[in-house]
């Protein structure tokens, strides 16, 4: 079997998969309009651009372009400082950003020492992308509430780090006493936390928001809707001001629609003269409901929605045609004006990473147990950028002469002699090909999954904790630990 082969087995996996998605009714582009790949021609355009003080084109037709004008409004030019990017990527390119970022948008990226909470999943609004009907015991939630306050105390009994708290709903405005005792809690059991509100604003009254500064709420994120009426959306930034004189980090969260860019120009324009610290743009997603609302706007799935298709837990849908590229241009758009407000993309990419880390945290342990793992596992690594696990692999007749090669070098190695192939580190590939450059590789992607779990990725939250043998419980306990893991291949690159 050679590489084109063995990559067939993938692109069945992504027939099934959009056949399983037609169900929901709602089509894929007939093509992918923006590449993953213009992401980086985006970020190299923007960062030349204001190093050079030009004007500056992506490098792909299909990605925005970019250019560092003079700063509006008094300020300072984004490239004021040699050497200081006008826009970073981070997590994978999944993540890509003007300037200030919150802790808890750091922390998501590993979902390490976070936790989100809600009181409950009622809400003043009705939006017609709201993914929340997917949360388990969203009916139940409807009408019955979580006692927050207690659940944290639990948390903390149970030994839990955490650094960034947040409440959410629904709207958490809608339970004040509970949102309240919550913060109570978290200042006596994690001072030092970052805690976040999200809210409409809709209830967000000035007590309220006097009495939420006093309790140590460091932020709060709004969402705003691109067809508020025009009073109401004056009204909502009256609260905006409002928040920016009392709380220390004020930010807007929201989806990008397509078709709202110009919209959503002017709303950044009011943010930055408000003083808001940052807005996060999130990719737009279908949540597999309500379809005749998003094709009657003329709507259409992303054609390559994830990076590695899999079981991912983050419950916001499938991503929306159109919305990254807008995004970029609004990122773009903040670049060239010099905004003070920090603009964020967060992409459906980097809302998964957190569960990639934290399935195969089991796997970066300096315990007995993990070292068992990787024994089991001696060709795959981890890769910090995206958290998955990586090797890359050479097929057919090249399999036994690159394992003979590599392990003269000292590289572990696994040869499968039925297929055949053999996978190794991706740090061998260089000498490898240096040493034969006709051969044909392909860089392949895994995530860990416990052999006990009753479907693909459900095994993530036992993996995350990194239970099982200590090292005073011996080496049989240590494997035993590792055969409970298996590491499910996602996909393959070609090199």
Known sequence: MDRAEYGKAFLQVKRDFEEAVAQWGLPFEAKESFSRRDRAAFVEACNAAACNGCTGQAAHASAPSCSVAPASHGAPAVSAQPGTPAVLAENAG???????????????????????????????????????????????????????????????????????????????????????????????????????????????????????????????????????????????????????????????????????????????LDLDALGVRGVNLLEFCFPLHNAAEFARRGFRLRREPYRDLYNWWYGGGLPVAGSEAEALGLVRFAAERGLRTSVHYCSLDNKVTGQAYQQNKPFLSKRPESAALRGRYPHLAFDPED???????????????????????????????????????????????????????????????????????????????????TAGQGAGAARAFAERFYARELGMVEL
């Open 94 to 268: 999944g993540s890509i950003r003007t300037g200030w970022i919150s802790p808890a948008c750091v922390a998501c990226r590993t979902g390490e020492r976070t936790e989100t909470f809600f009181v409950s999943l009622a809400c003043t609004r009705g939006c017609y992308f709201c993914f929340n009907p997917n949360q388990e015991g969203y009916e139940h939630f409807l009408t019955h509430k979580r006692d927050i306050a207690s659940e944290l105390r639990q948390a903390a009994a149970a030994g839990r780090r955490l650094d960034a708290l947040a409440v959410t709903g629904g709207e958490p405005c809608l339970h004040k006493p509970e949102v309240l005792a919550f913060l109570d809690a978290a200042a006596e059991l994690y001072p030092r936390a970052h805690t976040r509100l999200y809210t409409s604003g809709d209830l967000l009254d000035d007590d309220f928001l006097g009495r939420l500064a006093a309790a140590g709420l460091r932020e709060v994120r709004f969402s705003v809707k691109p067809d508020e009426p025009r009073e109401a959306y004056r009204r909502l930034l009256g609260r905006i001001s409002a928040a920016v004189a009392a709380l220390p980090d004020v930010m807007v969260e929201m989806p990008v629609i397509p078709g709202t860019r110009g919209w959503m120009e002017g709303l950044l």
């Open 387 to 469: 958290s998955l696990l990586k090797c890359a692999k050479v097929f057919g007749a090249d399999a036994a002469p690159a394992a003979e090669y590599l392990r003269g070098l000292g590289a572990s190695v696994t040869l499968d002699p039925q297929i055949p192939f053999t996978a190794f580190e991706p740090r061998w590939l260089g000498p490898l090909l240096e040493r034969f450059p006709g051969m044909e590789a392909g860089l392949c992607s895994f995530i860990l999954e416990e052999r006990d779990s009753d479907s693909a990725g459900s095994g993530g939250a036992a993996a995350g904790q990194g239970t099982g043998a």
